[in-house]
């Protein structure tokens, strides 16, 4: 009932066509009794001698033809406006549910599977439909139908009515064991399809590296299995659910056999007419019709439950990183980045950086270097605000970068990582991406800093060239230096580079250091690299080993050290 709650209360500003959607149900209603009642009074007229009235019958077939044509208008409405609410706010609780996943924080994303994300914010999502368009409707419009012939039903006559009644203590008693036994089976059913989704998405994004180790067969077999656990999962789920609908069905058409035995024997006595007993049965088909189909909407809304528990658990987990109370919104930045005695770890028992200090001047390059492991790229995390520090302090021109807004933050950063992405579109679109309001010529300029000119211009449309998913039409190099032309247009006062120079042959890389020493002194600089010819050209360049800063200096200065830099220069360049 919270969850429900919550749900609507996401969709209220479509709250005016469920109010179309529940008075036309009320209407529906009215006229679905109007039907028997009218069908009694006809079966009333043929029965007595001397009152079989043409006029009267007609009347009856006007009001008849007047109640279906009505029933059939406000079933349109109904059916209409409850599923415009039920799929805008469906397409609304998607929008939210991605928007909150851009909020969250990098360490939420460590141990998910991307496809587990996908499935909650499309399937559990697309039970919301379910819930608003034909669960709760066939609930308000089963109760309304059980109360009104209820009530006709002792208008006519309340022995029988009564007797009527002793079928429903044994539904009601079966609903609420239904109830308890078919949640945790669609809860279930929802994470298998979750399971599904994850891999089918995790071999798509894999596809090549399947197709090169051959394994197809495997793969086949792990969604084959995957498909098989949801199928088993649900089928358990229906199993039981069917198990009811006979049950509920059988027990209902118990109270037919009570009428027509009781009804019979008093209409043989004379107690009741003909008339009445044929409207009673009528009517007795009309009462047990919500209790029949309230297994399938027990089931709807158990499914509903389901999803939208998977969907708010989601919604309701808090990013890690956000703004602190009072958090200024800075405009621009000198670039001139301190850390203060900064420690990290992403698990409690193995620290990434101890203890950390460096400060990088407004326009200085500093460079990140030593072996895999050591912190490196944890170091720009921080700096970008994706983690923060288990203790020590971390400022942008003296103000810690807790007390900034991380929008603002960001906008004064542009990163290029090692593993570059990019997205489905033209190479002009993704060179653009972080400045929307960039011109073309804008674009081109950067991508000439970048070295990425000349074999855009080579491409079959040119900068109009779209590249596919990833990247995927693009060479590791030439998809390296977009991502580093996006950086350069974005024109930061911070630019981030990570391995930027993994993915390139020796030429372009000597291309990609002259367009790095181009952007020097014009920015602050934070290099991470493996080529340590990237970095000689750094005002300092920090060496890291098992977390901590073990030399510092020039190249030539750590050169002369004789430490843990020579060594990784000499195994580079046998020096």
Not at 471 to 492: E, H, P, Y
Request: with cysteine; net charge neutral.
């Amino acid at each position: 009932m919270k969850n429900f709650i919550r749900i609507l209360k996401q969709g209220r500003q479509y709250w005016k066509y469920l109010i179309v959607a529940g008075i036309s149900l009320l209407a529906i209603t009215a006229f679905n009794l109007v039907t028997p009642w009218k069908v009694r009074e006809l079966v009333d007229i043929l029965s007595k001698e001397g009152t079989k009235n043409m006029a009267s019958i007609r009347n009856i077939a006007i009001i008849l033809a007047v109640a279906y044509i009505a029933r059939a208008f406000f079933s349109y409405l109904y059916r209409y406006f409850s599923h415009v609410a039920a799929w805008r706010l469906v397409a609304d609780m998607r929008v939210i549910v991605y928007e909150h996943l851009q909020k969250l924080s990098l360490s939420f994303y460590q141990d998910k599977q991307t496809g587990q994300l996908m499935s909650r914010a499309i399937n559990d999502t697309a039970t919301f439909e379910v819930l608003i368009a034909h669960a709760v409707p066939d609930l308000v419009t089963n109760v309304l139908i059980l109360v009104g012939t209820g009530i006709l039903l002792f208008v006519i006559n309340p022995l029988l009515a009564a007797l009527t009644l002793i079928p429903i203590p044994f539904l009601v008693l079966g609903s609420g064991i239904f109830t308890k036994k078919v949640l945790p089976n669609f809860r279930e059913a929802q994470g298998k399809l979750g399971d599904l989704n994850a891999v089918v998405q995790d071999n798509i994004s894999g596809i090549k590296e399947i197709q090169a180790f051959n394994q197809q067969s495997r793969e086949k077999k792990r969604v084959e299995k995957r498909a098989r656990k949801y199928t088993s999962a649900i089928l358990h789920a229906l199993r039981v659910s069917a198990i009811f609908h006979p049950v509920v069905e059988m027990i209902s058409s118990l109270g037919t056999v009570i009428v027509v035995a009781f009804g019979g024997w008093f209409a043989l006595k004379g107690y009741v007419s003909t008339a009445d007993i044929v409207g009673f049965i009528m009517f007795l088909g009309l009462f047990y019709q919500p209790i029949t189909t309230l297994a399938r909407v027990i089931e709807d809304l158990q499914q509903a439950a389901a999803g939208a528990e998977r969907v708010f658990e989601l919604l309701d987990t808090e990013p890690d990183i956000v703004d602190s109370e009072g958090a200024k919104t800075i405009t621009s930045s000198k670039g001139e980045i301190t850390f203060k005695n900064v420690s990290f770890h992403y698990i409690p028992s193995n620290p990434v950086l101890k203890n950390i200090s460096f400060t990088a001047k407004p326009g200085q390059m500093i460079a990140l270097v030593g072996p895999t492991g050591v912190g490196k790229s944890t170091v720009i995390s921080l700096i970008a605000r994706f983690y923060d520090p288990v203790s020590g302090e971390i400022l942008l021109d003296g103000m810690n970068i807790k007390d900034i807004t991380i929008s603002s933050l960001r906008n004064q950063i542009s990163i290029v990582l090692q593993d570059t992405f990019l997205f489905n579109g033209s190479v002009a679109d993704n060179i653009a991406y972080g400045s929307r309001d960039a011109s073309f010529e804008d674009i081109v300029r950067a991508a000439k800093i970048a070295r990425a000119h000349d074999f855009i211009m080579q491409l079959p449309e040119g900068y109009d060239t779209v590249i596919g998913e990833r990247g995927v039409k693009l060479s590791g190099g030439q998809k390296q230096r977009l991502s580093i032309a996006r950086a350069v247009l974005r024109n930061t006062p911070i630019l981030i580079l990570d391995e930027a120079t993994a993915s390139v042959d020796v030429e372009t890389e000597a291309e990609i250091q002259k367009a790095i020493g181009e952007l020097a002194g014009t920015r602050t600089i934070i290099v991470i690299a493996h080529r340590l010819s990237t970095v000689k050209q750094a005002d300092n360049i920090l060496v890291l080993k098992d977390g901590e800063i073990v030399e510092s200096g020039t190249h030539d200065e750590l050169i002369k050290q004789d430490g843990l830099y020579k060594y990784l220069c000499e195994v580079q360049f046998g020096i």
